[in-house]
C-alpha cells in the first residue's frame, strides 16, 4: 500500500439486486482517508448497508470497485479482512454461546494482538460474558457486537449503526473508543441514520439518498452552513421590522414586545448591524441543528 | 477453519450424544430381539410369507425375513437406520450454512480473514465427523451384540454395511447442503425438496420389482443400488461405495460454485 492511499476507496460502486427495477446503488465514489472517521449518512432503505456489504464482500458489486487499504474488496476480499473490524447493523450472535465462548470463537478465526486491549474494551463496557448471549438486553448484545469489532485492533473499523441499543452511558464509551481508535492511527466507517451521534465522532460526512451519494462535506462545513437562532430579550421594543427587512432572517416575535426569536442563515454581519444599534438585555444562542440542516439536504423541512 | 469445526462439534456436542445414544439404544435392542425369534424362525417365516410382496418390499431387500441378514436387514439395515442417518444428514445439511445465513452470523465469520471455500469445508467437515461420530457408534453397537444374539455375520460385513447406509444417507444431505448454499429461495426449499428425493428414492427401489413402468426410473435412484442384505451376506459393495461418495463430492463441489460468489441474504 501507498503511504498516501485511502484506507477506503470506492469507485462508482453500483449494485443492482436480482429482481429489482432500481438500483440498490448508483456509482457510489468516496474515499476515507488513513485516520480520518468517516460518517456514511442517510434514511433507512438509503443505501448505507448495500455499501457495506458490498465492502465486505457479502454482495457483489454489479459495477465499479471497492479498495480497502489498497486491496480490492472482492479479489483480495480474504486479505483485506486481516485489516478490518465489522460491526453489522442488527448485530445477529450466536444465542446459546456465552460472551466469552463467542469472543473466544472470534479471536481463534483472527488473533488478538495484544489480549490486554480486549480485557481493557471489556472492562470499559462491563460486558456481561458469563451468561449465554440470548438471555443478553440489545443493549448487552450490541457491547459484545462493538467488542468483536474492535478487539484486534484493526487498521479500518465498518461500523453499521454502532450505538443502537446502547444507554447514552455507554454511547460515551463508544465515542471515547472511536476518539482512541483514530488516535492509534484507524480509520472508521460509520453508518448512521443520526446526525447528533455522527457529530460526536466524525471528522467528515458523506449523504446517501436512494442509493446516490447526495454530497460530502466536513462536519466544519455542515455547521457553517447551518443556520443560526438566536434568543434575545431587548430593552424596548424588538426591531422587528428592522430585522425582517434583512436577507437570511427570520423573525418570530416573542410572548412580550421586548424578546424576539431569529434565525439567521449565512452572512451574520448585517444581523449585528441591527442588534448595534439596539439596547439588549439577554442574548442567547441556540445549539446549531444540524438535523434540521440534515433534513434540508434531503429536501424535507423539519415544518 | 478448524477453530469452525471445532466450534460446530462444541455446539452440536448435545446433539451428537442424544443421537449416538438413540442410535445405539435402536440398534442394540433390534440386534437382541433376535433371541427371542430365532427359535421360532421357521413358524415366523412361514407366517411372514402371507403378507403382501409389495409390504415386505417395504422393509427389506431379502426374501428370508428371519436369517442372520435378512433380519439384521429387515429390522435395520434396510429402512430405519438409513431413515434415522438421513434425518441426521438433513439436518446438517440445511443448518450447517443454512441456519448461520438465515441468522445472520455467517456475516460474523466472512467478515474475519476466512474464505467462502475454507468456510465450506469447515462446515463439511463437522457435518462429516458427526454423520460418522454415528454411523460408528451404530457399528460398534452391532459388532458387540451380533455374536450374543446369534447372529452368524462377520464384523467386517456389518461395517461395510453401515458406511453404505451413512454415503446413502449423506448423499440426501448432501442435496439439502447444495441447496442451502445456493442461497434464498432454494434453502427454504431445502428439508423439503431433500426428504422428498430420499423417500421417493427408497419408494421407487423398494416397488420397482412389483410395478413394471418403475424400473427405468428406479435405476435414477440411489435406493436401487443399496442391498444391505447382500452386503451383510459379504458382497463387496465398493463400486456402489464409491458412486455414493462420487455423488457426494459432486453435489459438495456444486455448493461451493453455487456459494463462492453469490450475495448472503441479509438478515
Known sequence: ?303 | MWAIVRSELRQRRWSLVWWSLGIAVFVGLDVLLYITVKDDAAQLNQALSHLPVALRALFSDGADLLSPTGFLSARIYYLLLPLLLTILSIGLGTSLIGKEEKQGTIELLLARPVSRTRLLIGKVIAGLAMIVCVGLVATVVAVVSVHPAGLAVSRRDIALTTLASVLLSTLFGAVAFLLCALGRPWRNAATGVAALVAFASYLIASLESLVDWLKWPATLSPYHYYHPNDLLGGASGGKVMLAYLLGIVVLGIAAWIGFRRRDLDAN
Not at chain 1, 484506507?7 to 440498490?24: F, M, N, V, W
Not at chain 1, 485492533?153 to 472511536?178: K, N, R, W, Y
Not at chain 1, 434583512?246 to 416575535?253: D, E, F, I, W
Not at chain 1, 440534515?294 to 415544518?303: C, N, P
Open chain 1, 1 to 303: 500500500m501507498k503511504p498516501t492511499s485511502p484506507a477506503i476507496e470506492i469507485t462508482k460502486l453500483t449494485k443492482q439486486y436480482r429482481g429489482e427495477k432500481t438500483p440498490a446503488l448508483r456509482a457510489v465514489s468516496l474515499a476515507v482517508q488513513p485516520g480520518e472517521v468517516y460518517g456514511f449518512l442517510g434514511p433507512n432503505g438509503a443505501g448505507k448497508s448495500t455499501t457495506i456489504r458490498c465492502l465486505l464482500n457479502f454482495l457483489q458489486p454489479t459495477g465499479g470497485s471497492a479498495r480497502i487499504l489498497g486491496q480490492d474488496s472482492v479479489r483480495e476480499s480474504v486479505a483485506v479482512k486481516r485489516s478490518v473490524g465489522y460491526l453489522a447493523g442488527d448485530v445477529a450472535l450466536y444465542p446459546r454461546m456465552t460472551g466469552q465462548q463467542f469472543l473466544d470463537y472470534m479471536a481463534a478465526l483472527q488473533p488478538i494482538k495484544r489480549p490486554g486491549y480486549a480485557r481493557a474494551l471489556i472492562r470499559a463496557f462491563k460486558a456481561e460474558l458469563s451468561r449465554p448471549i440470548g438471555e443478553l438486553s440489545k443493549g448487552n448484545r450490541q457491547k459484545i457486537g462493538i467488542l468483536q469489532a474492535f478487539m484486534h485492533e484493526p487498521a479500518v473499523l465498518i461500523l453499521d449503526e454502532p450505538t443502537s441499543g446502547l444507554d447514552p452511558l455507554m454511547q460515551e464509551v463508544f465515542f471515547g473508543l472511536v476518539r482512541d481508535s483514530q488516535a492509534r492511527g484507524a480509520s472508521l466507517f460509520i453508518s448512521s441514520h443520526n446526525l447528533s451521534e455522527v457529530r460526536r465522532m466524525c471528522d467528515r460526512i458523506g449523504f446517501i439518498r436512494d442509493g446516490r451519494l447526495v454530497t460530502e462535506m466536513t462536519l466544519a462545513d455542515l455547521t457553517r452552513s447551518a443556520a443560526h437562532t438566536f434568543d434575545i430579550l431587548f430593552a424596548e421594543s424588538a426591531p422587528l421590522d428592522a430585522l425582517r427587512r434583512l436577507k437570511n432572517v427570520t423573525v418570530t416575535a416573542g410572548a412580550t414586545p421586548q424578546q424576539a426569536t431569529i434565525r439567521v442563515k449565512g452572512e451574520l454581519a448585517p444581523f449585528f448591524g441591527v442588534l448595534a444599534r439596539a439596547t439588549i438585555i439577554q442574548f442567547e444562542q441556540r445549539e446549531v441543528d444540524l438535523e434540521e440542516e440534515f433534513l434540508r439536504l434531503y429536501g424535507k423541512e423539519k415544518q
